[in-house]
Every structure is written in C-alpha cells, then in structure tokens.
C-alpha cells in the first residue's frame, strides 16, 4: 500500500457524511455534474481500475487522497452501483440536466397543439424510461419482454395522462395551460418508475446488514425505495416546469420576444438548465442513497431469515436507486 495514502479510506460509501441533508447534497452535485458526460472511456475504465484496486489493496504509485476521491466519483457516475456494470450514457444522473432541460424546455414551449404534447411527452418518458432502468436497485437482470411491456404501459399512461390535463385547461386561463406539462409530469413520474421497476415490487431488492453482507430480497424494501424516487423527481421537476412558465409569460409580453419570436424555445431552455442544475442533485439529496428500514417492518418470512442469519441486526440497507 502506498504510503501516500491513508490504508482505511472507506471509498465504498460517499465522501460526505450521508446522514446530513448538506452532505447528502455535496455528494450528488459531484455525481451528477453534467461535465461528467465528456469523460472519455479511457477516463472511465482508468476510474473504474485505480477504484477495484484500491479495495483490494493495491494503489498506483503517487496515488493522492484527492485523486481516489475522484476517481470514486468518476466511476459511481458512470457504473452501477449494484451490478458494476457500465451505464447507458444518456441514462447517467449526469446527463439528467442536458437531456432534461432540452425535452423540458420544449415541453413548456410546445403545449399548445395536441400533437406537440404527445410527441413531447412520448420523448420525456422514454427518455425517464431509460433513466429509470439505467438507475434501478438491484442486480437482477429484465427480460425483453418485461422491459418492453413496461415501456409501453408507463409511456402509454403517461401520454394519457398528458392529454387528458390538457383537455381540462381549455377553459382556464393561458397561464394554467403553462403549467399542464408539469402536472403531466408529476402524474406520469407515479405511473413510469413503478412500471419500469415492477421487477422489483414482484421479487424484491436486496437488503443487507451494515457491513454489507446481503441477508434476501424484501418487496417492502423496493415498495419503499421507488416511494422515494418518484417523491425525489416530481421535486426535481418543480422549479424547472414551475418558475421558467411564471417568466417566459412576462417575457412574452415584451416587445423582444414579439420581434424574435425564435428565440422563445432557446430561452425557456435556459432557464430550465438553470433550475435543473440546483433541482437535480438538491432532490436527489432528499433521501440517503443506501436507504435503511427496520427488521421489524420487513415481510415476515424475510423477518425469519435475518433472524437465523445475524440475529443481532435490527436494520436493513439497500440501495433505492435514482
């Protein structure tokens, strides 16, 4: 082991006190910094080595503490932490912002027409789609054929959704109409994550002690881990479908925008970029990645099973996911 390096550094868990709000925070600005998109591969798989070796003790000569730090963050942006494997780029948390204030921003831009939301709406969740797959808890692997049924109901709701808020608003004033893609949203994050996780409400997501050692799979962990992550994204998307509407409807007033009209969807894209850049890892902090439940509020049958396998724990933890 290197001497440069302190030989108990803990790079399985965050760098920041997960236990805090702030340090929650600080934690996902660092995974989901858009920068992290432009990361060559050669960057990843040299993350991912200096990362696997360091647990096994084996550190590259002149390693730095800071430079294991970010190594960690590099490879927890672009792996899963359950499988290991190499995330699809556009579903990485670090694409969340470019990709979401581009289908975002056109969204609050095109709702006027019937065809403009569900096409807008088609693309957001299939966009959430991959998002949710990509960012999923667990290691058990979907078939094509769950994937694809899932894919088609959460979409197919979702757009149902859309139109039907839509229809609701054509008696309200403009402004309310502003605001349909956010409530479409919000409906559709409750019907989307759910369906491209219902792998896990079926069979479970693992559960481990403490120090890791995987103890079964618990449907009421999953139930609470998704519960979570359709809380944390419907917070993500209120300053980014909420503020940009309340703006974009004074600045549509003013004689710039009536002189260039086409600079309409660039600005609301902005905006949204803007607030999704606070939005996303600020929601995302809301709850502790590795989420805990107590033993007694498990399935009985699992309650059983930890018991014979380490009676002295009273906490479970598992990964919710993103």
């Not at 290691?139 to 229809?167: C, E, F, H, I, R």
């Not at 994550?193 to 962990?221: C, H, W």
């Not at 049958?301 to 018991?307: F, G, K, N, P, Y």
Request: some cysteine; hydrophobic content about 45%; proline content about 6%.
């Amino acid at each position: 082991m290197s001497a440069e390096l302190p030989r108990d550094i803990n790079i399985r868990e965050p760098r920041w006190d997960q236990g805090t709000f702030m340090g929650r925070a600080q934690h996902f600005f660092t995974v989901t910094d858009p920068r992290n998109v432009l990361l060559s591969s050669e960057t990843l798989e040299d993350a991912r080595v200096t990362v696997e070796s360091y647990r096994r003790g084996i550190v590259k000569p002149g390693l730095t503490e800071d430079q294991l730090w970010r190594a960690k963050y590099i490879y927890d942006s672009a792996f899963h932490p359950d499988t290991g494997e190499k995330m699809l780029l556009v579903g990485r948390m670090s694409a969340q912002v470019p990709m979401n204030m581009t289908i975002t921003g056109c969204m609050l831009t095109f709702y006027r027409t019937t065809p403009a939301v569900v096409f807008w709406q088609w693309v957001n969740q299939s966009f959430n789609a991959v998002v949710n797959y990509t960012n999923r808890s667990g290691d058990a692997p979907l078939t094509v054929n769950q994937l694809g049924a899932a894919y088609v109901s959460a979409t197919t709701g979702a757009v149902v959704t859309a139109l039907g808020l839509k229809s609701l608003t054509k008696h309200l004033p403009a402004i309310m109409g502003r605001f349909v893609p956010f409530a479409a949203v919000a409906a559709a994050n409750c019907i989307n994550i759910p369906f491209m996780r219902q792998r896990e409400l079926k069979y479970g997501i693992p559960v481990t002690d403490e120090n890791g050692n995987r103890l079964g799979e618990s449907t009421k962990a999953a139930q609470q881990a998704i519960f979570q992550v359709v809380v944390s994204r419907i917070g993500m998307a209120v300053p980014a479908m909420a503020i940009p509407p309340v703006i974009m409807n004074a600045l549509e007033k003013k004689a710039f925008l009536k002189r260039f009209p086409v600079l309409n969807a660039p600005v609301q894209v902005g905006l949204v970029g803007i607030c999704l850049v606070f939005a996303t890892p600020l929601c995302c902090a809301l709850f502790p990645q590795k989420s805990s439940m107590a033993v007694s509020s498990l399935e009985a049958e699992l309650q059983q099973q930890v018991a014979e396998i380490s009676p002295s724990t009273v906490t479970v933890y598992f990964n919710k996911g993103l």
